[in-house]
């Protein structure tokens, strides 16, 4: 079983910065790509970030040039640095852990419990 767990966010003002973590563990056999979703209320799910193995990113347009997303393959964490944050950034910050795990050799999708970003002065 792949566990993932997030560390990080919290309350911060708009122009502020913060970052979150993500740590997989457990039985892996090989992580492909790790990244960050966020839900805000009423809202759907939406990709915010990912990166694969080999260290390519991806960004939504909307935090493009703000946020960065890095990755330590041999830690199994990845991270999510905030700049120049926004209310509408306010969210639930999901990880998302594209990974086979070591005992049925199966990929699978894996997801933390999400943790609170929110924006507001």
């Known amino acids: 079983q792949v566990h993932v767990v997030e560390s990080g966010g919290g309350l911060v003002h708009p122009g502020g910065s913060l970052r979150v973590s993500c740590a997989a563990s457990?039985?892996?056999?090989?992580?492909?790509?790790m990244g960050w979703y966020r839900q805000a209320p009423g809202k759907q799910r939406e990709l915010v970030a990912n990166?694969?193995?080999?260290?390519?990113?991806n960004y939504a347009d909307s935090v493009k040039g703000r946020f960065t997303i890095s990755r330590d393959n041999a830690k199994n964490t990845v991270h999510l640095q905030m700049n120049s944050l926004k209310p509408e950034d306010t969210a639930v910050y999901y990880c998302?852990?594209?990974?086979?795990?070591?005992?049925?050799?199966?990929?699978?999708?894996?997801w933390g419990q999400g943790t609170q970003v929110t924006v507001s002065s």
């Open positions: 990166i694969t193995s080999a260290g390519t990113v």
């Open positions: 457990g039985g892996i056999f090989k992580i492909y790509t």
């Open positions: 998302n852990v594209m990974a086979v795990d070591s005992i049925y050799i199966s990929p699978g999708d894996y």
